[in-house]
Nanobody
Framework: QVQLVESGGGLVQAGGSLRLSCAAS????????MGWYRQAPGKQRELVAG???????NYADSVKGRFTISRENAKNTVYLQMNSLKPEDTAVYYC?????????WGQGTQVTVSS
C-alpha cells in the first residue's frame, strides 16, 4: 500500500509564498514522474507542475516564473515552491506520483490566497 502525505498549505496574502511538500511511503518500487495538480471550486483539476526522475520539469503557463517544483528521490518527496501568489491560485492542491505499477494521489491541501 502506498500513502502520500501532503503538507504546507494555508492562507496567505497576495504576493506571498508557500511551500508544499508531499512524501510517499509504503510499497514503492520505483517512482517515475511526480507532479502537482490543483482544483478550484467549480473547475476541473489541472496540472500545475511535473518533474521526471532526471529532473526535467514542466509547468502550466499560469505559474511559470512563480512556482518551482523539485524532488528528493532518496526521500520519495516532491515539493512545490509557490511565490508571488495570486488570488486565482486559490485551490486544493494534490500531489501525484507515477510508479511502474500504478499512479497514486495525495489527499489534497488547501491553498487560499487573499487579495
Amino acid at each position: 500500500q502506498v500513502q502520500l502525505v501532503e503538507s504546507g498549505g494555508g492562507l496567505v496574502q497576495a504576493g506571498g509564498s508557500l511551500r508544499l511538500s508531499c512524501a510517499a511511503s509504503g510499497s514503492i518500487f520505483r517512482i517515475n514522474r511526480m507532479g502537482w495538480y490543483r482544483q478550484a471550486p467549480g473547475k476541473q483539476r489541472e496540472l500545475v507542475a511535473g518533474i521526471t526522475t532526471s529532473g526535467s520539469t514542466n509547468y502550466a503557463d499560469s505559474v511559470k516564473g512563480r512556482f518551482t517544483i523539485s524532488r528528493e528521490n532518496a526521500k520519495n518527496t516532491v515539493y512545490l515552491q509557490m511565490n508571488s501568489l495570486k488570488p486565482e491560485d486559490t485551490a486544493v492542491y494534490y500531489c501525484k506520483i507515477a510508479t511502474i505499477r500504478a499512479d497514486y494521489w495525495g489527499q489534497g491541501t488547501q491553498v487560499t490566497v487573499s487579495s
